[in-house]
């Protein structure tokens, strides 16, 4: 049965601050995606990753996978207010068919 | 449509009632996904529709579950003698076919059981 795991759950840092969220998963996995979620909406895309060593940024937030070890990263650069969000990872298994499993979950608040 | 589109976008119901859920993925889209997520949880995979293949049930909880697809387009979720536990948002997703990378989710529907 694949598993995700992420940690922390919970974050909290003080802006201009940096850290890495860390998304593990254990077994087999084409790909890898990152969903950022505000309180009471649904699910915004990040990143996907496709292969392993794929590194892919947007603004303060760099995503990579590393397959052989089945961990995938979430760095977030000098952190701002608006990061503030519940940030989940999810793996497409192999053999799954397309339906994704999901992380619980990082919830993260940056604060000023 | 230009997104995936969900409806109620809340429901409130009394324990014991049966309950629909529609969901309309984008057009042309011919996987799609039911995910539960429960208050300050991750989600859930309930069930997917890839064209006209047999869905994939395997996450459905009970067999007061259940789901339909008319085609490639409209589904419905229902649950059937709701139970508080079943209070939670449930999400639909669709992409252009079973496993391919861009998954588009819905805003989904917030379920209370009372």
């Known amino acids: 049965e694949l598993k995700v795991e992420q940690n922390p759950l919970f974050l909290s840092m003080q802006e201009g601050k940096n850290y890495t969220i860390y998304c593990n998963y254990s077994?087999?996995?084409?790909?890898l995606y990152w969903y950022r979620q505000d309180p009471g909406k649904s699910l915004e895309s990040l990143f996907v990753l496709l292969s392993n060593g794929a590194v892919k940024q947007e603004g303060r937030l760099m995503a990579s996978l590393d397959t052989k070890a089945r961990l995938s990263t979430l760095h977030i650069t000098a952190a701002v207010h608006d990061l503030s969000a519940t940030y989940f990872c999810?793996?497409?298994?192999?053999?799954?068919?397309?339906?994704?499993?999901f992380g619980k979950g990082t919830k993260l608040s940056v604060k000023p | 449509g230009a997104g995936v589109s969900q409806s109620p976008s809340n429901k409130v119901t009394e324990k014991g009632k049966d309950v629909e859920l529609r969901c309309d993925p984008i057009?042309?889209?011919?996987?799609l996904y039911w995910y539960r997520q429960r208050l300050g949880q991750g989600l859930e995979f309930l069930i997917y529709?890839?064209?006209?293949?047999?869905?994939?049930k395997s996450g459905l909880p009970s067999d007061r579950f259940s789901a339909e697809r008319t085609g490639e387009s409209v589904s419905t979720l229902t649950i059937q003698r709701t139970q508080q536990e079943d209070s939670a948002v449930y999400l639909c997703a669709s992409s252009l076919s079973a496993g391919s990378s861009g998954y588009t989710f819905g805003s989904g529907t917030r379920l209370t059981v009372v």
């Open positions: 057009s042309g889209h011919t996987a």
């Open positions: 999810a793996v497409d298994g192999r053999g799954s068919q397309g339906n994704l499993i």
């Open positions: 077994t087999t996995s084409d790909r």
């Open positions: 529709f890839q064209g006209n293949s047999a869905p994939d």
